[in-house]
T-cell receptor, first 110, second 114 residues
């Protein structure tokens, strides 16, 4: 069974402080890991995926297979980063269903 | 590109009625679409996978006779909540799978059953 765990429901940080949103997963095989973001009153949108190894809006995430983690990080939080963040997992290749974590609300305090 | 439109965005109806929600891929063809349900302050729960031209695949615990899914064309999937009751009130989100790529999500439909 595939499972995604986001231990924090809410993370509050001050503007300019580093951010780390935790994500752990369980999957038998080689998964694809994603981070999705949902800003207030907007649709869910892809933030980044592990195979791209890119930085979007200053966010990065590294897949750690040993720890089965895919934590999302940003060195300096900005107010516009306040949103719901969902870690998600799917099998490799197309047509695979995506399993979402419970989400973490990031609140950046000015 | 890769826009997914969901309609309606909000619907209120009486208990016992049926409600249809549409999910359209506007600028690409999607053989596969997904339907999710999101309760307040909770994550998205996959309800079913909708495959064009064939029967939908439902997740465990989802009543297929309650939530009818039709994927009659490569750009449209519909979810019909039959004989809706207050406990069906939720936020329903669809996504369409861009071939060879990722899922793209609609804006969601807020369903309120009185």
């Amino acid at each position: 069974a595939q499972r995604v765990t986001q231990p924090e429901k809410l993370l509050s940080v001050f503007k300019g402080a580093p951010v780390e949103l935790k994500c752990n997963y369980s999957y038998s095989g080689s998964p694809e890991l994603f981070w999705y973001v949902q800003y207030s009153r907007q649709r869910l949108q892809l933030l980044l995926r592990h195979i791209s190894r890119e930085s979007i809006k200053g966010f990065t995430a590294d897949l750690n297979k040993g720890e089965t983690s895919f934590h999302l990080k940003k060195p300096f939080a900005q107010e516009e980063d306040s949103a719901m963040y969902y870690c998600a997992l799917s099998g490799r290749g197309g047509y695979q269903k995506v399993t979402f974590g419970t989400g973490t609300k990031l609140q950046v305090i000015p | 590109g890769a826009v997914v439109s969901q309609h309606p965005s909000w619907v209120i109806c009486k208990s016992g009625t049926s409600v249809k929600i549409e999910c359209r891929s506007l600028d690409f063809q999607a053989t596969t679409m997904f339907w999710y349900r999101q309760f307040p302050k909770q994550s998205l729960m996959l309800m079913a996978t909708s495959n064009e031209g064939s029967k939908a695949t439902y997740e465990q615990g989802v009543e297929k006779d309650k939530f009818l899914i039709n994927h009659a064309s490569l750009t449209l999937s519909t979810l019909t909540v039959t004989s809706a009751h207050p406990e069906d009130s939720s936020f329903y989100i669809c996504s369409a799978l861009l071939p060879g790529s990722l899922q793209h999500f609609g804006d969601g439909t807020r369903l309120s059953i009185l």
